[in-house]
């Protein structure tokens, strides 16, 4: 008698912390795969690896290309192997710059749209998914890479690399050279897009290869190469007008403190020469994002890097200071960036 009365307390307990039986956190990896897992010996194999020993639930990757190398069907295969089940959706194969996208999930993906966008760069895909009842609908992007327009405070030409007679440090100069881009256009479009949209979450995570407004403010315009520099960068500025927000800046909002440094991430198995484009300068920079919008399921509970914690700066491996937390890799590390693991928490009973 007095079993079945403990066994009934422990049940009862075991409900009351389970929230209904419904997902308590939803983790989210964003990553660039560099080159489709191409220029890193074994990077495929050790992509994989990553992301089943991550425990993560949904993972957003660009520079896939879709094709004859990564896709998400080889990546469900191969995951398969390791004994995890998951469901896959890739972007478009039509050459569109920007559709280099893929997305796994160990969730259901109920509906998975492309041609979104018209934009080169363009926010081309959309996938949701049902978590456990709660509707997520998730933007993999992989935004235009040229104008890299945080090179010029650092004296390099963000169209052809070369190095510069001097700094450029107006903002208005920078700012004009990025709009000279597709980023703030892809943005645009697909806050268009989204506005007619719900989900009890809504993510867009991906390579941007712009940096954030919250990154470049009077905290940070003596640091890292900007020269004075503060620059209200068109995408997240757009995006937090919408009412988007940045989950690794909401979790931590000090960027002299945590300055979440995605690029260009060291990687031991490369030459250092093969992952700098300003080699005399500290072109380190946060353009890997996940940001999110909630009608109030869910809320940010923890973001971390996942990579080495080493950069390249001004020719020379370095090692990131800060407080940034990172999930050091197994073995090989298969690209240039580090990625960001972020981790929400359901906020609402569904």
Same mark, same amino acid.
């Given at each position: 008698?007095?079993?079945?009365? =403990?066994?009934?307390?422990?049940?009862?307990?075991?409900? *009351?912390?389970?929230?209904?039986?419904?997902?308590?956190?939803?983790?989210?990896? #964003?990553?660039?795969?560099?080159?489709?897992?191409?220029?890193?010996?074994?990077?495929?194999?050790?992509?994989?690896?990553?992301?089943?020993?991550?425990?993560?639930?949904?993972?957003?990757?660009?520079?896939?290309?879709?094709?004859?190398?990564?896709?998400?069907?080889?990546?469900?295969?191969?995951?398969?192997? /390791?004994? #995890?089940?998951?469901?896959?959706?890739?972007?478009?194969?039509?050459?569109? #710059?920007?559709?280099?996208?893929?997305? *796994?999930?160990?969730?259901? =993906?109920?509906?998975?749209?492309?041609?979104?966008?018209?934009?080169?760069?363009?926010?081309?895909?959309?996938?949701?998914?049902?978590?456990?009842?709660? &509707?997520?609908?998730?933007?993999?992007?992989?935004?235009?890479?040229?104008?890299?327009?945080?090179?010029?405070?650092?004296?390099?030409?963000?169209?052809?690399?070369?190095?510069?007679?001097?700094?450029?440090?107006?903002?208005?100069?920078?700012?004009?050279?990025? /709009?000279?881009?597709? /980023?703030?256009?892809?943005?645009?479009?697909?806050?268009?897009?989204?506005?007619?949209? #719900?989900? &009890?979450?809504?993510?867009?995570?991906?390579?941007?290869?712009?940096?954030?407004? *919250?990154?470049?403010?009077?905290?940070?315009?003596?640091?890292?190469?900007?020269? !004075?520099?503060?620059? @209200?960068?068109?995408? $997240?500025?757009?995006?937090?007008?919408?009412?988007?927000?940045?989950?690794?800046?909401?979790?931590?909002?000090?960027?002299?403190?945590?300055?979440?440094?995605?690029?260009? $991430?060291?990687?031991?198995?490369?030459?250092?020469?093969? *992952?700098?484009?300003?080699?005399?300068?500290?072109?380190?920079?946060?353009?890997?994002?996940?940001?999110?919008? $909630?009608?109030?399921?869910?809320? @940010?509970?923890?973001?971390?890097?996942? !990579?080495?914690?080493?950069? =390249?700066?001004?020719?020379?491996?370095?090692?990131?200071?800060?407080?940034?937390?990172?999930?050091?890799?197994?073995?090989?590390?298969?690209?240039?960036?580090? !990625?960001?693991?972020?981790?929400?928490?359901?906020? /609402?009973?569904?």
């Amino acid at each position: 008698m007095y079993r079945n009365i =403990i066994v009934f307390l422990l049940v009862v307990l075991s409900c *009351l912390g389970c929230n209904d039986g419904k997902i308590r956190e939803l983790r989210i990896l #964003q990553l660039n795969i560099w080159c489709d897992a191409t220029v890193v010996p074994g990077a495929f194999e050790a992509l994989v690896d990553e992301i089943a020993r991550l425990d993560v639930h949904i993972v957003a990757l660009c520079e896939v290309n879709n094709r004859d190398g990564v896709t998400s069907e080889r990546l469900v295969e191969a995951l398969k192997r /390791r004994g #995890q089940t998951w469901h896959g959706a890739s972007g478009r194969c039509d050459g569109i #710059q920007g559709t280099d996208v893929c997305v *796994l999930s160990k969730y259901p =993906i109920e509906e998975i749209t492309t041609g979104l966008s018209t934009v080169m760069g363009g926010v081309d895909m959309k996938v949701r998914i049902d978590v456990e009842g709660y &509707d997520v609908l998730l933007y993999p992007a992989h935004l235009d890479y040229t104008h890299y327009a945080c090179y010029l405070p650092r004296g390099y030409d963000g169209i052809t690399w070369q190095r510069l007679s001097d700094s450029e440090t107006e903002p208005a100069t920078v700012l004009k050279m990025n /709009r000279e881009s597709t /980023r703030d256009e892809a943005i645009a479009v697909f806050l268009e897009e989204v506005s007619c949209e #719900q989900a &009890d979450l809504i993510l867009l995570a991906g390579d941007f290869n712009e940096p954030s407004h *919250l990154d470049w403010n009077e905290a940070t315009r003596e640091k890292w190469d900007h020269n !004075g520099c503060v620059v @209200p960068w068109d995408c $997240s500025m757009q995006l937090y007008e919408a009412g988007f927000r940045d989950a690794y800046r909401v979790i931590h909002p000090d960027p002299t403190m945590y300055p979440g440094f995605t690029y260009p $991430s060291d990687n031991p198995e490369k030459e250092i020469k093969d *992952l700098t484009w300003a080699p005399e300068a500290d072109e380190r920079e946060r353009i890997d994002f996940v940001y999110y919008m $909630s009608d109030g399921a869910f809320a @940010p509970k923890d973001a971390v890097l996942v !990579g080495p914690s080493s950069s =390249i700066v001004r020719n020379e491996r370095v090692q990131d200071a800060g407080n940034d937390t990172f999930i050091e890799p197994l073995g090989v590390w298969p690209t240039d960036h580090k !990625g960001v693991l972020v981790t929400f928490k359901s906020v /609402r009973k569904n």
